[in-house]
């Protein structure tokens, strides 16, 4: 298979779970997934059936010319060779630009047409509804058959969304492809030479643009890392003497110019709603939404900030005179290990109310609810993460005792992150997987059964965990994790660098590792995510980003630079004029 091209097959990328039916020799077969079945076939979809421990399995695979008229009934927008966005039209496939990996459709574009397919509509990618053919189609109610019940198939109503309504279908979703998987391992998840260097163009194909984002943006922050991280050893090896005292804040203001200088990010661009100026109730009513929305807002964050301040702080200060008091270094390294859990299983209550406060703010869009959701959860993690840490900075002034804070809070708590974003997933497939087992073995009656596995790979991808937050998968998938611990690794090295400049080593040691340890998760460890559509990192890029006096600081230097610049070329070019005009008086 080479998955999406003209040629060869093509990929399954598409399982719907069934559950699995055992027929009496003799008995009446159901007609409900056979007719599903075709229904498939007939849009022009390639079915295969798998018949596993527990469950059945239709994995579904698309030509490109099923993928291309779904395309264009879509109207889906693609980038042509010369250089417009224009709907698609399947007649005129060659002027529409292909993928860097030759296909003539995205990942994120596939997906919506396998949706657009499958369930016979589509909603959620320009905003409006499409009928497909996958649908009673006939002026008179059908009666299907299932496990001896009967249910009747309206006209006009999508086959798999009344399934599921049914509790027939059990699931439906994304397959990982083969080939491409195993070609990203062994070029991306398993390459540990290319310490940051990353297949993006590939990456991207495969998981989408939200994804791809992600690793190019934590690619290009492990190479901005790397030359503090030698200057910070180099400062740890090397004995400066009396110079010391001038070393350490010469090297952070050094790496504070830096951060302003290299990590540049582009701001978002903001959607801008246009009401109608003549209708004044409209405009009425839009602003008191408009302020209903805020007074939300405000009251949902006063709730955070005050939980924080009456629940958490207490908690965090009686951690850091615990430490303060404590003599032997193993109590301390034992009370940070307890803290840190405590931190974890505080942090995704505090998610969860996060979560259930947005639900009643009025957002214009799933966008602007998964950016307050970030900006409450940051906070939470925030406070938690370095009040500590600031108790030692501040009110005890011991930067010995501040350090060994912060090598134990960082060693421990990269180390635990990483131990429990992979050996959960694992652990999770590992016990579905010993469930099946063992409920099918009772199922044999106690039958001579030898040693059971799973011979299909689509029931092993139906195991496996989704990639989803800790807080909730309803506004933001499992990248919100990985960024929170890249956002909290940020501020650590940034505002305590003075006092532990070695920080730089471990958090580049931590992010080449991370780097693999996140695709090999990604193509190994969870199903294939369903790809979402990001131009920016979202709230995150105001979490990284530099202040605005700064930026606007840089706009009117480089303005400024422009400017001379241009004088110098006025005055070159004048000079120039003058000593022709003398050449040509002297000839």
């Known amino acids: 298979m080479n998955g999406h091209g003209e040629e060869g097959q093509s990929a399954f990328e598409m399982g719907v779970v069934v559950p699995r039916r055992v027929f009496k020799e003799g008995a009446e077969r159901d007609d409900c997934v056979e007719v599903l079945v075709d229904e498939f076939r007939k849009v022009g979809l390639i079915v295969d059936r798998v018949l596993g421990f527990q469950e059945e399995f239709l994995k579904l695979a698309s030509p490109l010319e099923t993928l291309g008229r779904a395309a264009a009934e879509l109207q889906l927008k693609k980038q042509t060779h010369i250089g417009m966005e224009l709907p698609f039209q399947w007649d005129e496939a060659q002027a529409f630009v292909r993928q860097p990996d030759g296909a003539l459709f995205s990942w994120c574009e596939r997906f919506h047409c396998y949706r657009h397919i499958i369930y016979g509509v589509f909603c959620s990618l320009n905003g409006f509804q499409l009928s497909y053919s996958q649908m009673n189609k006939g ?175 207490p908690f965090e200060l009686a951690y850091a005179h615990l430490y303060e008091v404590i003599g032997s270094e193993l109590m301390k390294f034992g009370l940070t290990v307890v803290y840190l859990f405590a931190i974890q299983y505080f942090n995704k209550i505090g998610g969860k109310i996060s979560v259930y406060l947005i639900k009643y703010e009025n957002n214009e869009s799933t966008e602007y609810s998964a950016d307050s959701l970030i900006y409450k959860v940051f906070g939470l993690y925030f406070m938690q993460s370095y009040i500590g840490i600031f108790y030692h900075a501040l009110l005890h002034r011991n930067i010995l005792t501040l350090r060994r804070v912060l090598i134990q809070r960082q060693i421990v708590s990269e180390v635990l992150e990483n131990l429990m974003e992979n050996s959960f997933p694992f652990l999770k497939y590992s016990y579905k997987k010993y469930r099946a087992i063992r409920k099918k073995r009772k199922c044999e009656k106690g039958s001579l059964v030898g040693k059971m596995q799973f011979n299909f790979r689509v029931e092993k991808e139906y195991l496996k965990p989704s990639y989803s937050a800790s ?94 610049y241009s004088k110098q070329l006025l005055r070159s070019i004048s000079g120039n004029e003058k000593v022709f005009a003398s050449l040509e008086k002297i000839e």
Request: aromatic share 14%.
């Open 139 to 313: 002026d008179s109610v059908l009666t299907l058959k299932y496990d001896s019940k009967e249910f009747h198939w309206e006209p006009g109503e999508p086959l798999l969304r009344k399934l599921e309504l049914e509790g027939i279908i059990k699931e439906v979703f994304p397959l990982h492809d083969e080939i491409k998987r195993n070609q990203l391992l062994r070029s991306w998840a398993l390459n540990g030479w290319d310490f940051t260097r990353q297949p993006i163009d590939e990456i991207y194909s495969y998981f989408g643009t939200k994804i791809a984002t992600y690793f190019a943006f934590l690619g290009m922050y492990t190479r901005w890392i790397l030359f503090p991280a030698v200057f910070g050893l180099m400062l740890q090896l090397v004995d400066f003497g009396s110079m010391q005292v001038l070393v350490l804040p010469t090297f952070f203001i050094s790496i504070i110019k830096m951060e302003w200088s290299s990590l540049q990010l582009q701001s978002p661009v903001e959607l801008i709603k246009k009401w109608g100026s003549d209708k004044t109730k409209e405009k009425e009513l839009f602003q008191r939404e408009e302020w209903a929305g805020r007074l939300r807002r405000f009251r949902n964050d006063a709730i955070i900030i005050l939980s924080i301040i009456c629940l958490q702080l």
């Open 471 to 564: 807080v909730g998968e309803e506004f933001e998938d499992g990248l919100f994790d990985d960024f929170l611990e890249l956002a909290l690794q940020f501020g650590m090295i940034m505002m305590f660098a003075c006092a532990f400049p070695l920080a730089f080593v471990f958090a580049a040691l931590n992010n080449f590792a991370e780097i693999r340890t996140d695709a090999l998760k990604l193509l190994a460890m969870f199903r294939r995510p369903i790809p979402r559509a990001a131009a920016t990192i979202g709230a995150w890029l105001n979490i990284f980003q530099e202040p605005a006096w700064v930026r606007a600081n840089r706009m009117k230097n480089a303005t400024q630079a422009q400017n001379v």
